[in-house]
């Protein structure tokens, strides 16, 4: 793959997001998948830095190869590309419980300081009912059981908040030791990708941290799209924009979705 960058101009930060999610599945060998644009992410880092990254999916199949973007966990094309198709509790008891997939890659409507993730419900203020959302799926086994857990997701203080309307899934607890009280043999989230840059947590508190702005991005942006006072680190590395390569192969996926 030709490392020849693009400008600022030429992509979009969806792009630049799902780009960089993308990379950083680089080196694994197995990912659970959630649809949106955590699949979005893996089906263009299987296009571009990692084609032997075997997908799986919640609806049990393994090592699907579709050519486009799927629109479910039921999409025929995760079948009919995959390597196997096995039941549903098989994919949860024994591949994913018995911690035998890699990465775990999910996007959220909400998450907090710690990476805890909402996806079930949210408050949509005085005299106005809930807003309910798709729920838990299997978020909750992935999170806990994957060996360890990518995010990606849209950064504004709508999505990153001070606390969630639900704790649906846990990352990090409220810190570095509830994982491990409550025997979660995975290392919980490592990564969050958003379109404004990536943060990862703590290795002391597990708070999350402003590690790399995209480019053109600044701290200051960052910060006031996060609903709590976001720590950020000593040195903010700033990430690469895509290459000519990387985005083809992005705009291909999503033209054949639409097709």
Not at 25 to 50: D, E, H, M, Q, Y
Request: aromatic letters at 4%.
């Amino acid at each position: 793959m030709s490392e020849a960058p693009v400008t600022e101009t030429e992509f979009t930060r969806d792009e630049l997001m799902e780009v960089n999610a993308a990379r950083a599945l680089a080196g694994a060998k197995t990912c659970f998948v959630g649809i949106g644009l955590p699949s979005t992410a893996a089906n263009l880092a299987r296009a571009t830095v990692n084609p032997d990254l075997v997908l799986i999916y919640e609806s049990g199949t393994i090592g699907s190869k579709p050519t486009a973007l799927p629109l479910s966990i039921g999409d025929g094309e995760l079948a009919e590309t995959a390597d196997a198709v096995v039941p549903v509790p098989e994919m949860f008891n024994y591949w994913l419980q018995g911690g035998r997939i890699d990465v775990g890659f999910l996007g959220a409507a909400q998450v907090d300081r710690y990476a805890n993730i909402n996806t079930t419900v949210v408050n949509r203020g005085p005299d106005r009912p809930e807003g309910r959302l798709p729920g838990a799926g299997g978020a909750p086994e992935i999170a806990s059981n994957c060996g360890k857990v990518l995010m990606v997701l849209r950064h504004s203080t709508r999505n990153f908040v001070r606390a969630l309307d639900f704790v649906t899934t846990l990352g990090h607890g409220a810190g570095p030791k509830d994982r491990a009280a409550l025997g979660m043999p995975g290392a919980g989230p490592t990564a969050v990708i958003t379109d404004l840059g990536v943060l990862r947590p703590d290795p002391e508190t597990a708070e999350l941290v402003l590690t790399e702005l995209h480019p053109g991005v600044t701290v200051d942006q960052v910060r006031e799209a996060t609903g709590w006072e976001l720590r950020v680190a000593d040195e903010v590395g700033t990430t690469a924009p895509p290459t000519t390569e990387e985005l083809a192969a992005l705009r291909a996926l999503k033209a054949a979705g639409k097709r």
